[in-house]
């Protein structure tokens, strides 16, 4: 079965850089697209965007776009998020999740999820 | 973009009774080529991540009780708990995944009554 580890926790101050990440197993990580959600404290979910690994081919959300950057190495199976600048709005829990598919880089409901690393931002 | 918008914001259920939420999309999500709505429901229970329990509107995902269901074509959708139990309690949530960005709803919390 499917499965995605997320990096633990982090504590890190405003201005600070960061880089968490997301390890697939179970099935070809490379053939289904991996997306990061936030969720901010008591709010609901974000779709930040969605990376290809094989070819890394990469969706933003305009809301997210140029906040944060998404990668992926796919001969560790391993998605990221990271931010060059972390400010105090960037405290939130963040997922990262399967895409589901029925084709070529089709894009479908996300059907495995990682277990969510939390992030705060504070001076 | 697509704008999902939930209703209600919250609910409260007697234990066995029905559970109704609502989700409308801005624009139809439903593909003419494939006759697929490209609407999915989650749920999230509190200190957990999301879990996809229907997907093309009207899919259960494997596992999933029958007691949930999901209905509605276009741009208007249901997903109903027929009997709801104890452990339903939780927010449920649903997504568009159509076009990008994929965006979900504001989120509908659960409760007993």
């Known amino acids: 079965e499917a499965q995605l580890v997320q990096s633990g926790a982090e504590v890190k101050k405003p201005g600070e850089s960061l880089k968490i990440s997301c390890k697939g197993s179970?099935?070809?990580?490379?053939?289904?697209?991996i997306g990061w959600v936030r969720q901010m404290p008591g709010k609901g979910l974000e779709w930040m965007g969605i990376?290809?690994?094989?070819?890394?081919?990469?969706r933003y959300s305009p809301s997210f776009q140029g906040q944060a950057t998404i990668s992926a190495d796919k001969s560790i199976s391993t998605a990221y998020l990271q931010w060059s600048s972390l400010k105090a709005s960037d405290t939130a829990m963040y997922y990262c999740?399967?895409?589901?598919?029925?084709?070529?880089?089709?894009?479908?409901?996300?059907?495995?999820w990682g277990q969510g690393t939390l992030v705060t931002v504070s001076s | 973009d697509i704008v999902v918008t939930q209703s209600p914001d919250s609910l409260a259920v007697s234990l066995g009774e029905r559970a109704t939420i609502n989700c409308k999309s801005s624009?139809?999500?439903?593909?003419?080529?494939?006759?697929?709505?490209?609407l999915a429901w989650y749920q999230q229970k509190p200190g957990q991540p999301p879990k996809l329990l229907i997907y093309?509107?009207?899919t259960r995902e494997s596992g999933v009780p029958d007691r949930f269901s999901g209905s509605g074509s276009g741009t208007d959708f249901t997903l109903t708990i027929s009997s709801l139990q104890a452990e339903d309690v939780a927010v449920y949530y649903c997504?568009?995944?159509?076009?990008?960005?994929?965006?979900f709803g504001g989120g509908t919390k659960v409760e007993i009554k």
């Open positions: 999740a399967r895409l589901d598919r029925d084709g070529y880089k089709s894009i479908h409901s996300f059907d495995y």
């Open positions: 990376i290809y690994p094989d070819d890394s081919d990469t």
């Open positions: 624009q139809s999500v439903l593909y003419s080529a494939n006759k697929n709505n490209y």
């Open positions: 997504q568009q995944y159509y076009s990008t960005p994929l965006t």
């Open positions: 179970g099935y070809n990580f490379t053939n289904y697209w």
């Open positions: 093309w509107a009207s």
